[in-house]
């Protein structure tokens, strides 16, 4: 076999038995390495490993207080509203009222011994916070930033996420199906009964239960971002029917079929502004090396297979599937741009505003919700990458970082990005509980008239 | 008559040199330890059958046997320390140290049945089962007593 047992060799074999005797359970000493390498169009890809005790390495939660994220020269950044529960994504309207989603997944089944300690985990880490299953509007119509007024948009929902507006139809995707509600302009409220376009996979066991959504440009499809049901095919394959896939949806009649296949966790779905294409983020498997597999942003061919479970960048195989389909993995395609691994992207944002710098427009912002099963930790950060001819043309930059305190502690994690009709970034906090407004700083001097 | 006599003789002995004694001498963790061995071989079957037929479910029979058995392995050490502090027991020590081994290699072995997909079976997995299948059924056929009391009534 190929890859390499790193952790059952004997004398770490030894080294292990007496760390677990003296109840010490830290399994491998594995560091990852410089995720700078592993930034762009072709990531290095070190051997996988496979452990006795997968490293986790948590950011535990503190308050934010009176402090904020940092952000690049020539930027600033200020809370546009707090006091959210789980707010996870962000979606603004015409009118430029601001759409917050508070949603967080639904209660994951207990299978194996290992899913009583990954419940443990995601508590300490703040991921199994109560969540509104709401969504909230937030109207700032002066523009500046703060919000003159605040209701709850829609309630009762079924862990929402995605939301698009296709002329007066509001589209909400919730974990187990899109829901469709009239919306007026200007409404701050609906109350009207929701009807399903289509069911969407959800649960019993529903492993990544965010369902991005996307409206084509003429309205008569939606493109929706289907989460895989496990790691690595832990659940079965059969549970991972028609998941780990990018869907298009009809509008018209609610009749899907699967856009692209093989993509982990689609998030994220944008149009790039100059060429037309879909593009996402997606999370990639976990459990093999700090630095496997890189998280990627792509953009995403119609009938394209990126990979998950079988393989990942192209024909790297993952002997954790069995068995193998040799003849998907030989057309499986290699993502456009590797993000590092385990930054959990979860936010992407094509900027088209003209309120940021010069330099941001054009390209992409991504937000890296962060890792918890890698030392260091990687992510907790939003980053730009910039594109040129519809491509991305450069390394990413740090944009809004300070999610994580000298001491490791998350302060917050950054989750979904939107663009408020004044052309400023927001990011949705999920453990900040809050949603920040990053625009350009005011001009020190003025600049003297030539 | 002398039906009798022989009866009551032999009444009389048992009364008077085994059971009591016997009772008294009893290992406390006699009765917990083959509970782990059943589990562990449970799991070497079940990963077999998951070998030939990767169905999630019996990797999650296997690790599920695995945990049970380890759980019931602690109960099995603590009354086995039990036995040697307080109550004078000695270590039977190739069976002890054989049993010892296959709770330490199940500890690995809960541990890779943890991994995600097929590598939590295949091959690590299987190996470590089959190697506690193969030490339980060399220690344990030869009876489940970790200690024992030191003869000492014999010089008496």
Not at chain 1, 393 to 414: E, I, Y
Not at chain 2, 119 to 128: D, E, F, K, Q, R
């Amino acid at each position: 076999m190929s890859y390499s047992l790193m952790c059952t060799n004997l004398p770490r074999l030894a080294g292990v038995i007496v760390a677990v005797a003296g109840l010490g359970l830290a399994g491998c000493d594995d560091t990852g390495g410089d995720p700078k390498v592993q930034i762009g169009a072709h990531p290095a890809l070190p051997a996988l490993q496979q452990y006795l005790l997968p490293p986790i390495q948590i950011a535990t939660p503190v308050p934010w207080g009176n402090d904020v994220p940092q952000v690049a020269a020539g930027l600033q950044v200020r809370a546009l509203a707090k006091g959210f529960e789980h707010p996870r994504s962000l979606y603004v309207l015409p009118n430029g009222d601001v759409l917050v989603v508070e949603s967080n997944g639904p209660k994951a089944p207990i299978f194996r011994p290992k899913d009583l300690i990954t419940g443990w985990v995601q508590w300490f880490a703040g991921a199994k916070a109560k969540d509104a299953n709401r969504i909230t509007l937030l109207r700032d119509s002066r523009g500046d930033g703060n919000p003159e007024e605040r209701t709850v948009f829609l309630d009762h929902l079924n862990s929402p996420f995605g939301v698009a507006l296709v002329g007066h139809e509001l589209y909400v995707a919730d974990t187990d199906a899109i829901v469709r509600y009239p919306y007026e302009d200007g409404q701050t409220s609906i109350t009207a009964k929701g009807t399903k376009l289509t069911e969407l996979p959800g649960g019993p066991i529903d492993h990544h239960w965010t369902k991005a959504l996307l409206a084509s440009r003429d309205g008569s499809k939606l493109y929706v971002g289907v989460g895989s049901n496990s790691n690595i095919g832990e659940n079965g394959i059969e549970a991972e029917h028609e998941r780990a896939a990018i869907w298009e949806v009809d509008i018209a009649t609610g009749a899907h079929r699967i856009y692209a296949s093989g993509v982990r966790n689609p998030t994220g779905l944008q149009w790039e502004p100059s060429t037309g294409e879909l593009w996402a983020i997606a999370n990639e498997r976990d459990e093999i090396g700090p630095d496997l597999v890189p998280d990627y942003l792509t953009s995403v061919q119609d009938g394209g297979f990126y990979g998950w479970p079988y393989s990942y960048y192209g024909q790297h195989l993952d002997p954790r599937i069995e068995p193998q389909r040799p003849e998907l993995v030989a057309r499986a395609i290699v993502p456009d741009y590797a993000l590092s691994s385990h930054v959990a992207p979860l936010g992407l944002t094509m900027y088209t505003g003209n309120q940021l710098p010069e330099i941001y427009r054009g390209g992409a912002f991504v937000s890296e919700h962060g890792s918890w099963d890698r030392t260091p930790l990687n992510g907790y950060k939003v980053v730009f990458v910039p594109f040129n001819g519809g491509k991305p043309s450069g390394h990413a930059q740090d944009v809004v970082t300070g999610f994580l305190d000298a001491s490791n502690h998350a302060r917050g994690r950054p989750v979904g990005l939107a663009v408020d009709r004044s052309g400023a970034l927001l990011i949705a906090d999920d453990v900040g509980n809050t949603v920040w407004r990053v625009s350009s700083a005011p001009q020190p001097f003025p600049k003297p008239a030539t | 008559m002398d039906q009798m006599t022989l009866t009551a003789t032999t009444f009389a002995r048992d009364l008077s040199s085994r059971p009591a004694a016997q009772v008294h001498n009893q290992a406390m963790h006699q009765m917990l330890a083959p509970f782990p061995v059943a589990y562990f071989m449970g799991a070497f079957v079940t990963d077999l059958v998951y070998w030939r037929m990767p169905d999630v479910m019996w990797e999650r029979f296997s690790v599920w046997l695995i945990t049970a058995g380890l759980v019931m392995a602690a109960l099995v050490v603590i009354t086995a320390l039990i036995d040697l502090a307080f109550r004078g027991h000695r270590p039977v020590w190739v069976r002890a140290l054989g049993y010892l081994l296959a709770v330490l290699l199940s500890i690995f072995n809960v541990f890779v049945h943890s991994r995600d997909g097929y590598t939590a079976v295949v091959p690590t997995g299987l190996a470590l089962s089959a190697a506690v299948f193969v030490i339980l059924l060399l220690t344990s056929s030869m009876g489940w007593a970790l200690t024992d009391r030191p003869r000492a009534g014999a010089g008496k």
